[in-house]
């Protein structure tokens, strides 16, 4: 059982708003920064968004975080087909002194 | 561009060591603000944040408390690469292994697929 608590899964058709929760604790998401990776059938994670909100280069701005609490959330908006992956999220727990990953969301665009 | 290249066995015998390396090109692993990390993927196991090496004026090391006492993660300057060991394999350390760049985990290797068995 992971740290954090993401739903197994998650859909919505194209063009749609979709987000994925990931629900932690305070000495995880409480006191850090969470990272969201996506990943692709076969391939390594991709950083999708880094310190709560922000986007690396060439990441679209249809990716957006949040944070609030001992919770954070991806947003997907303008959904397209080329979403469809598992989305992770990452923080760094004090508890712990490692980093932990949510279970992983499977998002499929209908 | 930063990238990781991965190289070391797919099989490992149960009771062996696992043995990984991480070849870094566009970094250093002596970089003052980078952290270089092992993590392994598994269905049963999910992401699992294995340990990091890095350097702020000395050498840096953490591990994960699931495999704390068989680990060790070691850089080496002079090929610019670092290394991962996992003593007394079961198998239940087959999984897919990652290196990669931290802050922020925004550099992966492309993975190697480990099986543990005899």
């Known amino acids: 059982q992971s740290v954090l608590t993401q739903p197994p899964s998650a859909s919505g058709t194209p063009g749609q708003r979709v987000t994925i929760s990931c629900s932690g604790s305070?000495?995880?998401?409480?006191?850090?920064?969470v990272n969201w990776y996506q990943q692709l059938p076969g391939t390594a994670p991709k950083l999708l968004i880094y310190?709560?909100?922000k986007r690396p280069s060439g990441v679209p701005d249809r990716f957006s975080g949040s944070k609030s609490g001992t919770s954070a959330s991806l947003a997907i908006s303008g959904l397209q087909s080329e979403d469809e992956a598992d989305y992770y999220c990452a923080v760094w727990d004090d508890s712990l002194k490692g980093v932990v990953f949510g279970g992983g969301t499977k998002l499929t665009v209908l | 561009q930063v990238q990781l290249q991965q190289s070391g066995p797919g099989l490992v015998k149960p009771s062996q060591t696992l043995s990984l390396t991480c070849a870094i090109s566009g970094d250093s692993v002596s970089s003052n603000s980078a952290a270089w990390i092992w993590i392994r993927q598994s269905p049963s196991r999910g992401l699992e944040w294995l340990g990091r090496?890095?350097?702020?004026?000395?050498?840096?090391?953490e591990y994960g408390a699931s495999v704390k006492s068989r680990i060790t993660i070691n850089p080496d300057t002079s090929k610019n690469q670092f290394s991962l060991q996992l003593n007394s394999v079961t198998p239940e350390d087959t999984a897919v292994y990652y290196c990669a760049r931290d802050p922020y985990i925004d550099v992966w290797g492309k993975g190697t697929t480990v099986t543990v068995s005899s």
């Open positions: 305070s000495s995880n998401i409480g006191s850090n920064t």
């Open positions: 310190s709560n909100n």
């Open positions: 090496t890095y350097y702020r004026s000395k050498w840096y090391y």
